[in-house]
């Protein structure tokens, strides 16, 4: 079955500054790729995602690129605000099923 | 239209009881999945179904059972539960095809004690 991996775990930036979240996936089958954050306490909350036709989408401070030959994608957010701050999880699907497979987080903290 | 509603929004356990969370959407979607999160683990996938009268496997399934009662209500059991099923339990749906947002109920805090 698919395995996501993400990285870094823990991410602290200063308030202005850009934030880098990568994920890997193992399903070469896999053509949609979601971003959640998930405020404390919350549920998840889809943000951005990004379908296998397209290398790159951008949402006014968020941007996602794909690379589907290195199985690899990320999570770009610019001038972090306070209220970034949150754990932040990629996804798979496609395949064989309609799963939805998620990587274990980033807890992203923007600190003043 | 509330989307996706669980049911008990807390929960505490003894060993060995058992118990049935609850799940239902009103967005007319036919795949549903169940969640479990864990720190540091992230969401992992417990069981899910495709579509009304379907059921598979997720990566973590031992201890769970799970009903489609319909295309709107998707159950999740646990028969004898152990403290290593404590956990935030997630709800969602998705409308068909695989290019599409899943959308999360407000999850279930379960502990067993």
């Known amino acids: 079955g698919e395995n996501v991996e993400q990285h870094p775990s823990t991410l602290s930036v200063q308030e202005g500054d850009s934030a880098v979240i990568k994920c890997t996936y193992s399903?070469?089958?896999?053509?949609?790729f979601p971003w959640y954050k998930q405020e404390l306490g919350k549920r998840p909350q889809l943000i951005i995602d990004?379908?296998?036709?397209?290398g790159e989408k951008k949402d006014q401070r968020i941007a996602v690129t794909l690379n589907k030959t290195a199985k690899h994608f990320s999570l770009h957010i610019t001038e972090t605000q306070p209220e970034d701050s949150a754990v932040y999880f990629c996804?798979?699907?496609?395949?064989?099923?309609?799963?939805?497979?998620f990587g274990t987080g980033t807890q992203l903290k923007v600190e003043l | 239209n509330a989307g996706v509603t669980q049911t008990p929004k807390f929960q505490v356990l003894k060993t060995g009881q058992s118990m049935t969370l609850q799940c239902a959407q009103d967005?007319?979607?036919?795949?549903m999945y169940w969640y479990r999160q864990d720190p540091g683990m992230g969401l992992r996938l417990i069981y899910y179904?495709?579509?009304?009268?379907?059921?598979d496997k997720g990566e973590v399934p031992n201890g769970y059972n799970v009903s489609r009662l319909n295309k709107r209500e998707f159950s999740l059991r646990l028969e004898s539960a152990a403290p290593s099923q404590t956990s935030v339990y997630f709800c969602?749906?998705?409308?068909?095809?695989?290019?599409?947002?899943?959308?999360f109920g407000q999850g279930t805090r379960l502990t067993v004690v």
């Open positions: 996804a798979a699907r496609g395949g064989g099923g309609n799963k939805l497979t």
């Open positions: 179904s495709a579509s009304e009268g379907t059921t």
């Open positions: 399903d070469s089958a896999s053509n949609y």
């Open positions: 967005m007319n979607h036919n795949s």
């Open positions: 969602a749906s998705s409308a068909a095809g695989l290019n599409t947002e899943a959308f």
């Open positions: 990004i379908r296998s036709n397209v």
